[in-house]
């Protein structure tokens, strides 16, 4: 099943489409990928890629960044439009927490906490756009702009 999912807690210096494409890769088939930058800014504060993702597992809450100059980083997924039969209790797609039989799965950062929970699901964000302006014609070897066009921000 596809997601568009969002990776949180990324340091500004690993927000890029590469790293977006690596996460993906991580989480399984990339779809779509969505730069986070637009003529070099920084255009929202989280990576978000769309990705085909085996739900019969639980799905993935996070990783450890590594890093070698500071402590390692939690980075998190939010899963956007997350269905209804998501079970809280184990993270799989296709149940719900009051008739799931598995352990109660628990997270990593805080074992004393469970792993899942309404956070892991939040509504879908617009894609990143720019507006131009958009050259209607020539006249006299001036260009006359016409009405501001969207483009869409995709890879």
Avoid at 40 to 55: A, C, D, E, H, Q
Wanted: glycine share 8%; charged share 25%; with cysteine.
């Amino acid at each position: 099943m596809e997601f568009w999912v969002q990776v949180h807690g990324i340091p500004v210096d690993y927000m890029c489409k590469e790293t977006t494409i690596y996460i993906g890769n991580m989480l399984g088939v990339v779809a779509e990928v969505e730069d986070p930058k637009v003529d070099g800014v920084l255009r929202r504060p989280f990576l978000r890629i769309r990705v085909g993702i085996n739900i019969t597992k639980a799905l993935p809450t996070g990783f450890w960044l590594a890093r070698e100059k500071s402590l390692n980083l939690w980075v998190y997924f939010q899963y956007e439009r997350l269905p209804d039969c998501y079970c809280y209790n184990c993270g799989i797609v296709g149940h719900e927490k009051k008739s799931c039989k598995n352990p109660t799965a628990m997270a990593v950062w805080d074992p004393t906490k469970p792993r899942y929970s309404t956070g892991l699901g939040v509504s879908q964000v617009r894609a990143i756009t720019l507006w131009v302006l958009v050259a209607q014609n020539k006249v006299d070897g001036k260009i006359k702009m016409g009405k501001k066009q969207r483009v869409d921000n995709k890879a």
